[in-house]
């Protein structure tokens, strides 16, 4: 049935902002960008913003992006405007996980392994 994650799509108030943001933070332009959806291809997977989602009130279900340093990972997203929700922790072996918050409210979840 499910074969892979395959989009994630976050709430963006202020679309040209969000865009920026995540360009900024990525250092990957969009591939496709309208009015009405933007969307990022990282490694395969679709990072999409959408100015028509809902606010997020809380961090729901969150998805993780790998990362190769999980620190270093953290203070990029921090240095550009996230703030942390869950700092960096041990989850097993050398896994590592984190969640920080973008400026438009949506959790982005961190794992390093």
């Not at 998805?63 to 990972?73: G, H, L, P």
């Not at 896994?95 to 973008?102: E, G, H, L, S």
């Amino acid at each position: 049935m499910f074969q892979k994650l395959r989009t994630i799509i976050y709430h963006a108030p202020d679309l040209a902002q969000t865009k920026e943001w995540y360009t900024n933070l990525t250092g990957v332009q969009p591939y496709f960008d309208q009015p009405f959806y933007v969307g990022f291809d990282i490694n395969g997977y679709e990072l999409g913003l959408d100015p028509d989602s809902p606010k997020p009130t809380g961090p729901g279900a969150v998805a993780y992006w790998k990362v190769e340093n999980i620190q270093d990972a953290v203070v990029k997203c921090t240095d550009t405007g996230a703030t942390i929700y869950s700092d960096i922790q041990n989850v097993g072996g050398t896994i590592q996980v984190a969640i920080v918050i973008d400026p438009f409210g949506n959790h982005i979840g961190l794992i390093s392994e």
